[in-house]
């Protein structure tokens, strides 16, 4: 069987570059050993925001009072909260498969292994092909004293295959994953303990936003220890029990250990390295770009400083471009509340702010905690890498009263 191209791992940047290489004309195989989608659609982004929304859909039943509404509510069925998840996953790896298969792409449903720079095998055929692309993925980073069992010491995958939930909780680390699990969690009522290394809830983010969502943290009662971690040997698994280098001891149900990915990086040569297999920005988005790129005959190399990252949950956290601990005394920081905006009093959606960092007439970043936050960094991304100036900005008309006009009302306030 020759073909042009054979992928290995039908992730975002596999199923991605397939199709887009199709397109040109080219004659791609896929190799997937378990699920077209990946760690996102299986593990990952999709079975999260289902929980999420669903945990925030109870709380805010819960909270219906206040609005008007007498709701009597006792309780909520975990079982059918997991298999709503699941059977929304199934309908987009549908769609997603037949998408693919639609394009023309064949899918091989098999670990596949490289015999040399032009063969794969799998399912016992050989595969010839001009051109060999990884797309195999990553897994959750495991660290010494945190490894894994499934059952105290839970990973991202392990955590999604829960029948009920627990009392208490601790996650360790404080990126996306962390967070979105936090929010999950604590909406539905369970005690939650964060413990993060760093002097700051993720911090990775603008140190505004942190500080941010620390105060919402706060105010939910979702406790987090920051330059803390785990004592060495601090583990007991039979009393359930954890102890923090700050003395602090913790009797959760069950560690969920939120410190990131690691490659799923094959012992080869001379293949391309696309998505998470990387190591480099490991999300999905920044993954589907890449292969787009490298089908059309781009650089794959992209532009950091533009690939926005998201938090979701309420109220979701998104940002682009440089952080305020990134610029000295040149840059230039205007940040809005966004309780400015009426659309936010209406949906009970105060808490949050809209901040651009700007330099010669250009947003150079963005940083937003509000409703809506992952629809507006876009807005924002698109004037960035499209090198519009303040100016031009200002002369655009956003609708009213909308989250988007927080954007033109923060833009109004910075100097060129």
Known sequence: ????????????????????????????????????????????????????????????????????????????????????????????????????????????????????????????????????????????????????????????DDVLKLDNLPKTVLIVGSGAIGIEWARIFSNFGIEVHIVEMANNLIPLADIEVSKRIERIFKQKKIKFYTNDSIVENGINKDKKEVTLTSGTVINPDFILSAVGRTPNTPDIENCRLIGDVCGEIQLAHYAIQQGFNLANGKNTKLDKNLIPSVIYGEPEIAWVGLREQDCDESFTKTTLPITALGKSWCDDATDGFIKIITKDNKIVGAHIVSKEASALIHQILISMQNNITITDLKEICFAHPTYSEGIFETILRAEN
Not at 27 to 42: A, P, Q, S
Not at 66 to 79: M, R
């Open 1 to 156: 069987m020759d073909f042009d191209y054979g992928i290995i791992g039908g992730g975002p940047a596999g199923y991605t570059t397939a199709i887009s290489l199709r397109k040109q004309g080219k004659k791609v195989v896929l190799f997937e050993k378990d699920k077209i989608g990946g760690t996102c659609l299986n593990r990952g982004c999709i079975p999260t925001k289902s929980l999420l929304h669903s945990s925030e859909l109870y709380k805010q039943i819960l909270n219906a009072e206040s609005i008007g509404f007498d709701i009597q509510i006792n309780n909520f069925n975990f079982a059918k909260i997991a298999e709503k998840r699941d059977i929304t996953i199934e309908k987009i790896r549908k769609s997603l498969e037949l998408a693919v298969k639609n394009s023309g792409v064949e899918i091989v449903y098999s670990k596949a292994d490289i015999k040399d720079n032009n063969t794969i095998i799998a399912n016992d055929t050989e595969y010839t092909v001009k051109e060999i692309i990884i797309a195999t993925g990553s897994k959750p980073r495991e660290l010494k004293g945190l490894e894994f069992d499934g059952k105290f010491i839970l990973n991202s």
